[in-house]
């Protein structure tokens, strides 16, 4: 019995480690990156890394499903973090186990944070790396068993400001495409987002580290996504709190408002109260924004 018992523990060990795999997001020279010397900081929790700063590379982490449980859906998760750090557990891994245990592929991308000492321009630093964690699930999907029509994004506080980044200007491409491989996500999920660069409506920690101290009205606008919505920006869910005192709501209702005015479907998950970051489970109320979502993706 003890030898049986011992055999389906490395079995099941075997299993999570072929379902999590950190791949490098770039084979050999990373785009617009500068040399400098800044080391990765790790901050752990009870066992788990649960924030990181100071990347310089950029990976993802692949959550697979059990074959017989896959849905041929992928998401691609970016977490929060103002820009200054990746909000990396509560907004990334956590989702992802979440997601691939009911049959959607899920990858966690470690993206690089704007900085004058590691980029060339860190305004398009994370968006490049968003760019390249679609390509590359796109171009990767058969080996995976996943529809590359079927490839959405999620971005939590100002991963979510990134997540619309790259649904509005995924046709402006900042990295090498010689494959011409779409970089449209098929749909968005954002969790209390950062939209808009606009004073008085942005997350001015989040502008400050994106754009700096003084940013050109065409960087402004550029970055404010709920200004470049078109007939194409890809379906949208989007979860936000009225109380949430780090980003306004509005940015939300903007986007959303944005979305309808172009046709677009989306659908806004509003809590009464819950504030800023809860991920996965806000705990002032008794609903949670995970099932209506998988709910409204069936639905589209």
């Known amino acids: 019995m003890l030898k049986y018992l ?23 020279t990373i785009p617009n990156s500068k040399l400098a010397d800044i080391a990765e900081n790790a901050h752990t929790e009870n066992g788990k890394v649960v924030r990181i700063s100071g990347v310089t590379v950029p990976t993802l982490t692949s959550y697979l499903p059990e074959k ?14 103002g820009y200054s750090l990746l909000a990396i557990n509560h907004e990334g891994h956590e989702i992802a186990e979440k997601l691939a245990a009911i049959g959607i592929a899920a990858f966690v991308v470690k993206y690089r944070l704007p900085s004058d000492e590691t980029m060339e321009d860190k305004s398009i630093g994370p968006l490049q790396d968003a760019q390249r964690a679609i390509q590359y699930v796109r171009e990767h999907a058969p080996e995976w068993g996943i529809s590359q029509n079927q490839i959405g994004i999620i971005g939590s506080s ?42 008085g409506l942005t997350h001015s920690g989040s502008r ?20 470049q919505v078109n007939a194409d920006t890809p379906p949208t869910f989007l979860v936000h709190a009225k109380d949430d ?51 409204w993706l069936k639905n589209l």
């Open 6 to 28: 011992f055999l389906v523990f490395i079995s099941t060990v075997s299993m999570q480690v072929f379902a999590q795999q950190e791949i490098n997001l770039y084979n050999g």
């Open 158 to 199: 100002a991963g979510g400001h990134l997540a619309s980044s790259l649904g509005t200007h995924y046709q402006d491409a900042k990295i090498p495409n010689p494959k011409n491989t779409s970089l449209r996500p098929d749909f968005m999920l954002l969790l209390y987002p950062v939209i808009s660069m606009t004073t």
């Open 245 to 295: 005192k780090s980003v306004p709501f509005l940015n939300s209702e903007l986007f959303s408002d944005s979305l309808k005015k172009h046709n677009v479907a989306v659908d806004l998950f509003t809590y009464e109260t819950g504030g800023h970051g809860f991920g996965l489970t806000n705990k002032t109320s008794a609903d949670q924004w995970f099932d209506p979502f998988i709910q």
């Open 208 to 227: 400050k580290k994106l754009l700096g101290e003084n940013p050109s009205e065409q960087q402004v606008r550029y970055f404010s996504n709920e200004t």
């Open 68 to 81: 017989e449980k896959n849905t041929g859906k992928a998401i691609i998760i970016f977490p929060g973090g």
